[in-house]
């Protein structure tokens, strides 16, 4: 679809619409930035191009994506390549819907220092670009600004090599209107991704909800019957938050909530390749892949002595199920939760500060006890309020 320079006006127009459709079809910030780049430097006929974005709380210019020919260190998706703005001053300078177009304009820069003005009032201050195509081995390059909602998002930059032609204000033009329609594809992406970040994010606490537990167990799962990769589910239900609400008040009751969820992040962070949520009310989990079951335990009995210390609260109980323990073939996320749910509750009913692990042997052997009860309650032969209780330790 991508025509390259000297294309006429009717050519950059099936342009910039295959451009809009291609990134309506991308499902990620990644993916948009791929496309928005190689289809920018396809369309200007450049021979690189890069998407940056201004992170205005650390002050510089971080690139998301670079394509075509890339040199020395330059990376397709690099992961801390950045630059500080007061090198490249003009993205600061630059007005927000102030151009006599409603926005900012692009500009063409040269490698011996020539440059195309944009139009919007003031020249920006000269910064680093000749430098930097220089060092690069580039000729010229064209920079135009990204708005999206009124605010300079960051910037489109594509480049020509040294023998090539220059860009030209019409070039530039062009490159304004592909920017615009980069930041129609990353306003829509952002927005996506919010929607999809409220979807799999407990509101209270900030943690990942049951839906995104869900989602991740099914994929570890489906590693741990390709591979053998260990996955363990840690339960942990909040005591006492019923008594904190009804004595000292709800509010008091999100506190606590809030600061167990902080005690079981900090505690999740322990171990690589782990999610923390919350599963509702005051039941929480934490999801690890591939740490040992035993590297779990502790973490879980760090879990427990750490949340015994908060200043409201009964602490907590604590159950594991693991596939690197003895617990048998785990073919699906309901076993596993159904055997993390049962040694929670035998924990609590225990009133034990100490986690209980689901096919270890403890006291009253509870482990193996928890492992019995939920393979009946697999087998369908547990579902009556007394099994229940029976399996929470109750009466047993």
């Known amino acids: 679809m991508w025509i390259g320079y000297g294309m006429g006006d009717d050519a950059r127009l ?10 309506a079809a991308a499902h990620s910030l990644r993916d948009v930035a791929r496309t928005a780049a190689e289809g920018a430097r396809a369309a200007l006929g450049g021979s690189f191009a890069a998407l940056s974005v201004w992170e205005r709380e650390r002050g510089r210019l971080r690139v998301l994506v670079n394509t075509g020919e890339r040199r020395g260190d330059e990376r397709e998706f690099p992961e801390d ?92 033009d062009f490159a304004e209107a592909l920017a615009s329609v980069i930041a129609a594809g990353i306003a829509q992406t952002e927005r996506l991704e919010e929607v999809r970040r409220l979807a799999f994010t407990d509101p209270l606490t900030g943690l990942a909800n049951r839906r995104a537990v869900d989602a991740r167990l099914d994929e570890a799962l489906e590693r741990h019957r390709a591979d053998g990769t260990v996955v363990s589910l840690l339960v942990c239900d909040v005591n006492g938050l019923k008594t904190v609400n009804d004595v000292l008040g709800h509010e008091a009751g999100d506190r606590l909530l809030e600061r167990f969820a902080s005690v079981l992040s900090l505690c999740g962070a322990m171990l690589p390749d782990t999610l923390v949520a919350r599963l509702g009310g005051d039941e ?113």
Not at 150 to 172: C, H, I, K, M, S
Request: charged share 30%.
């Open 81 to 172: 390549e950045a630059y500080p703005v007061h090198d490249f001053p003009e993205i600061t300078g630059l007005p927000y819907g102030g151009g006599p177009d409603g926005g900012p304009r692009a500009w063409v820069e040269t490698a011996s220092g020539a440059r195309d003005e944009p139009r919007y009032g003031p020249a920006a201050p000269v910064g680093r670009r000749p430098l930097a195509l220089r060092r690069r081995g580039r000729g010229c390059c064209v920079v135009a600004p990204v708005v999206v909602d009124g605010l300079v998002w960051g910037e489109l930059y594509v480049a020509r090599e040294p023998g090539r032609p220059v860009f030209d204000r019409a070039d530039a």
């Open 284 to 396: 929480f989990c934490l999801l690890a892949v591939g740490p040992s079951a035993d590297e779990v335990v502790r973490v879980a009995d760090e879990v427990c002595r750490r949340a015994a210390e908060l200043e409201t609260g009964q602490g907590v109980a604590c159950g594991v199920a693991s596939t690197g323990d003895p617990i048998g073939p785990v073919r699906s996320a309901r076993r596993l939760f159904r055997l993390a749910d049962a040694a929670q509750y035998r924990a609590k009913a225990a009133r034990t500060d100490k986690p209980v692990v689901a096919g270890r042997e403890g006291a009253d052997d509870a482990g193996d006890e928890v492992v019995r009860l939920a393979d009946q309650a697999d087998r369908g032969r547990i579902g009556s309020r007394g099994d229940r209780r029976r399996l929470r330790g109750l009466d047993v």
């Open 14 to 23: 099936r342009t910039v619409v295959g451009l809009a459709q291609e990134m």
